[in-house]
């Protein structure tokens, strides 16, 4: 008796390409709802973190302190932790990172960049003081020693960490099936932990939106078909390099 081949139902074109998101919980279902609200049928995301917050409690530096510095969301969610009296300036990587803060009661700036930019942005700000960077345990690049060697008074307080997670048995087998997947990466750490996590025998054909060229470093060892770099280091930008992975002709 002839009987139906069943076809996997992660790869049928209705359905859309899948969008593999990696952030932590809270940030890959933001990024979910912007990829759904644009792309709507044409992608079918799968979440499956491969990091957790913890957050730390150490005991704040002896002050005063002008102003804060921020270069994630995250971070701005373990200052409110810590119940501390903080100065409410705060110079933000982003725009997303400056709506965290201004959200929790600080006077945010936003270098509407990477960090970088937000180093340019400090070097040239008229007021004057010392600063606190708040920052996780695992951060691309050395911000406070380049300020330091910049003249820039500045002290670093971690107050939190980014605990690696396995890949989901879900987005395992979807790696392990042969088809096109979109990964977006937005951190240099992501791109090593996915790296680590990906299954030995994974066959799908990767396409990877990064969100910078150091996170294209990052994710070069990655066996991939596509490769696209996010004009900017936001979420909109991301979205247009989802758009430019779904119209690629490489990516099945």
């Known amino acids: 008796m002839h009987m139906a081949r069943q076809s996997d139902p992660s790869r049928r074109p209705e359905l859309g390409i899948p969008v593999l998101v990696t952030r932590p919980r809270a940030q890959a279902n933001g990024f979910v709802r912007k990829l759904t609200a ?6 079918r995301p799968f979440v499956s973190p491969l990091m957790a917050p913890q957050f730390l409690s150490p005991p704040l530096p002896d002050g005063p302190f002008s102003g804060v510095i921020f270069t994630s969301a995250r971070a701005v969610e373990a200052a409110v932790r810590l119940r501390a009296d903080l100065p409410r300036r705060a110079y933000c990587v982003g725009r997303a990172t400056a709506a965290a803060a201004a959200a929790a009661g600080f006077d945010a700036q936003s270098a509407d960049g990477d960090v970088s930019d937000l180093a340019a942005g400090l070097l040239s700000r008229p007021e004057s003081g010392r600063l606190l960077y708040l920052r996780g345990v695992d951060t691309a690049g050395d911000l406070e020693n380049y300020l330091i ?6 002290q670093s307080l971690q107050v939190y960490l980014q605990a690696a997670l396995p890949l989901e048995g879900e987005s395992r087998a979807l790696l392990r099936r042969p088809g096109g997947v979109i990964l977006p990466l937005f951190s240099p750490r992501s791109a090593l932990i996915f790296g680590k996590a990906m299954p030995a025998d994974a066959r799908a054909s990767l396409g990877i939106a990064a969100m910078s060229a150091a996170v294209a470093t990052a994710a070069s060892a990655i066996p991939r078909s596509a490769l696209v770099i996010a004009a900017k280091p936001d979420a909109d930008a991301m979205l247009d390099a989802v758009e430019s992975l779904l119209a690629a002709a490489s990516l099945p």
């Open 38 to 43: 644009r792309f709507g049928p044409r992608v």
């Open 149 to 154: 060697k910049n003249n820039i008074a500045v």
